[in-house]
T-cell receptor, first 113, second 112 residues
Framework: ETGVTQTPRHLVMGMTNKKSLKCEQHLGHNAMYWYKQSAKKPLELMFVYNFKEQTENNSVPSRFSPECPNSSHLFLHLHTLQPEDSALYLC????????????FGPGTRLTVT | GDSVTQMEGPVTLSEEAFLTINCTYTATGYPSLFWYVQYPGEGLQLLLKATKADDKGSNKGFEATYRKETTSFHLEKGSVQVSDSAVYFCAPRPSSASKIIFGSGTRLSIRP
C-alpha cells in the first residue's frame, strides 16, 4: 500500500483519441512526478511539479500535457499519441522536490493502437 | 555528469541462494542512495536507503552499505525466496540535484 493511486490501470486508445491519466496521493506530499517506463529502456522522468508549479519538463512532446490542480492530484492529458508512446506510466510523490524518497503508484499500462 | 551503473540481468538463482546485485554511481557531493523493487504488474517500491557514508540500509532480509570510497551500493540477501522475483533498481540522488537517477534495473528470477 503506497498511498499513491492511479487510474485507469489499463488504457487502450487509438491515435486520434483524447484521454487522461489520473494520479492522487494521500501522503501529504508537495512534489509529484510523471515517469514513462518502456520495455528495455531506463525509467524516463517526464514532468515534475512542486507545490502545484511545474519545475521540470524533460523535452516531452506536446501531445503529453500535464496538469496539477493541487498538491494531491496530477493528471496527464493525452492526444494524438503514437504507437511508440505505449508504455507503463508511473506517478510518484515525495515530501518536496529533492526531499525524501519517492513513493510510486501502480502505474497505468497504456497501449496506443 | 551524475550516473549509475548496475548489474545487467536477468539473474536467475535457486531458492536459498546468496544474492548480490552490484551498483556503482558517479555523483558530486554526498548523494542519498536508494534501492527500489518492482514486482510484476506493480509500480516501484522503496526497498531500502542510506543517506551517508558507511550507513547500512536493510529491509526484508536485503542489505546494502554506502561505500563512498568505492562509490558503490551493492544489494545483498543471504537466502532468496521465490517471492523475491522482481526487478531491482539502484537509484542515487545527488546532493546537488533534485531528481533521483534510476539505474536500468536488474531482473531477478528465483527458481523453487
Amino acid at each position: 500500500e503506497t498511498g499513491v493511486t492511479q487510474t485507469p490501470r489499463h488504457l487502450v486508445m487509438g491515435m486520434t483519441n483524447k484521454k487522461s491519466l489520473k494520479c492522487e496521493q494521500h501522503l501529504g506530499h508537495n512534489a509529484m512526478y510523471w515517469y514513462k517506463q518502456s520495455a528495455k529502456k531506463p525509467l524516463e522522468l517526464m514532468f515534475v511539479y512542486n507545490f502545484k508549479e511545474q519545475t521540470e519538463n524533460n523535452s516531452v512532446p506536446s501531445r503529453f500535457s500535464p496538469e496539477c490542480p493541487n498538491s494531491s492530484h496530477l493528471f496527464l492529458h493525452l492526444h494524438t499519441l503514437q504507437p511508440e508512446d505505449s508504455a507503463l506510466y508511473l506517478c510518484a510523490s515525495s515530501p518536496g522536490q529533492g526531499a525524501g524518497e519517492q513513493y510510486f503508484g501502480p502505474g497505468t499500462r497504456l497501449t496506443v493502437t | 555528469g551524475d550516473s549509475v551503473t548496475q548489474m545487467e540481468g536477468p539473474v536467475t538463482l535457486s531458492e536459498e541462494a546468496f544474492l548480490t546485485i552490484n551498483c556503482t554511481y558517479t555523483a558530486t557531493g554526498y548523494p542519498s542512495l536508494f534501492w527500489y523493487v518492482q514486482y510484476p504488474g506493480e509500480g516501484l517500491q522503496l526497498l531500502l536507503k542510506a543517506t551517508k557514508a558507511d550507513d547500512k540500509g536493510s529491509n526484508k532480509g536485503f542489505e546494502a552499505t554506502y561505500r563512498k570510497e568505492t562509490t558503490s551500493f551493492h544489494l545483498e540477501k543471504g537466502s532468496v525466496q521465490v517471492s523475491d522475483s522482481a526487478v531491482y533498481f539502484c537509484a542515487p540522488r545527488p546532493s546537488s540535484a533534485s531528481k533521483i537517477i534510476f539505474g536500468s534495473g536488474t531482473r531477478l528470477s528465483i527458481r523453487p
